[in-house]
């Protein structure tokens, strides 16, 4: 059991490639006996380049080791969540789960009436004219929003062709409903072909590997010192999660 939670990012401390790969890399080593590796999946999603570094990772040592994965999401497996959920052979979730939210986000704020209301004079130079693209101090552009909009439909496409490639025929004709960006429950979820059933990490550890089966679990060490207490302050989580929305594009 590799257990994959929290917000998709490339910080330390949050789910990521880095992060990562050495359970990983573990998980495979010891399912070599069993020829099953679970993903317990507990996350909202985060960096579209993050999601793909570690499902890509994921495809590899599966290929690799001939070890079928199958993956569990918990409460959420949506965006970034579902992307490394695809990853697996199978894909298991409850009834209740939010799943999907196939598509590609980023936002961020307008302050340039806010500083001209008070006066305040921005003072940039830069060398070449989109360096500063998007600026939230000056006035929207068209053409940044058309080269950002462009962005945003090529993740979406490489989005939706990584779940086709992973979930092939399991998925129903319903395209327009799959790839519409929404999230949805985990029983909505397998009608549409985005899940193949509802287990729980138990009863998944039960059917592979019998009554007597357990799981041994394998999760990223918890941060220690400073990291702890920065981490564990309500507060400071939120910033974390306000800075990684603003300032990245996010597989939503």
């Not at 080593?29 to 380049?49: F, R, Y």
């Not at 940039?124 to 004219?129: C, D, H, Q, S």
Request: with cysteine; proline share 3%.
């Amino acid at each position: 059991m590799v257990q994959l939670r929290g917000i998709i990012a490339a910080r330390p401390g949050m789910l990521n490639l880095e992060g990562c790969a050495p359970l990983l890399e573990r998980g495979f080593a010891l399912a070599k006996k069993s020829g099953h590796l679970v993903l317990a999946i507990e996350s909202p999603g985060g960096s579209a380049t993050q999601s793909d570094l570690i499902g890509q990772l994921i495809r590899r040592r599966a290929e690799k080791t001939d070890i079928k994965v199958t993956a569990v999401i918990g409460d959420l497996g949506a965006s970034g969540g579902y992307w490394l959920a695809c990853a697996a052979d199978e894909i298991y979730a409850s009834r209740l789960s939010i799943v999907g939210s196939i598509g590609v986000v980023t936002e961020g704020f307008g302050l340039s009436d806010f500083i001209a209301r008070y006066g305040i004079e921005r003072r940039t130079l830069t060398a070449g004219e989109n360096k500063r693209r998007n600026d939230m101090f000056a006035p929207r552009r068209a053409e940044d929003e058309a080269f950002t909009q462009s962005l945003l439909d090529d993740i979406h496409v490489m989005f939706k062709d990584w779940v086709r490639s992973r979930r092939g025929s399991r998925l129903t004709s319903d395209e327009t409903r799959i790839f519409d960006g929404g999230y949805m429950l985990g029983e909505q979820a397998k009608a549409l072909g985005l899940i193949d059933g509802f287990g729980d990490v138990e009863q998944i550890v039960k059917t592979l590997g019998g009554e007597k089966a357990r799981p041994l679990w394998l999760k990223p060490k918890p941060p220690r010192g400073l990291w702890r207490l920065i981490f564990r302050n309500a507060a400071e989580a939120m910033l974390d999660v306000a800075e990684e929305r603003a300032a990245s594009i996010r597989v939503k």
